[in-house]
């Protein structure tokens, strides 16, 4: 596993006005999907998010996605942003397997 954790929250509402009001509480919405599972409605503090990402690998980051006590290896897919402000508005995890070689781009 990586060194890199992330906890988040499960259950979150689906919609635009729960979502408004996650981040207005400086939470992201975000889904984890892959490798066969069912894909679940979390959210992550802002701030956890923004210290997980900022090593050297950056959006490349393996990290291990704690999700009511189950560990996910994930990575972010794609991470929407504020068009004016470009605040974090939505994140896309998607879980690997960590035997598997993966393709990502690197800026």
């Known amino acids: ?12 509402p689906i919609g635009s006005a729960h979502s408004r ?12 999907y892959g490798l066969g ?6 959210s992550v503090a802002r701030r956890d998010l923004r210290q997980a ?9 393996i990290l291990d996605l704690s999700v009511d006590g189950t560990v ?16 974090v508005a939505h994140v896309d995890f998607i879980q690997i397997d960590l035997e598997a ?5 690197v800026p």
């Open 1 to 12: 596993m990586s060194e890199t954790i992330l906890v988040a929250q499960s259950g979150r």
């Open 21 to 32: 009001r996650l981040r207005s509480e400086d939470s992201i919405p975000a889904v984890v």
């Open 37 to 42: 599972m069912e894909p679940i409605s979390i």
């Open 53 to 61: 990402l900022s090593g050297p690998a950056g959006m490349n980051t």
């Open 72 to 87: 996910y290896p994930a990575i972010v897919k794609d991470m929407q942003r504020h068009p004016v402000r470009r605040n």
């Open 101 to 105: 070689q993966i393709t990502v781009s």
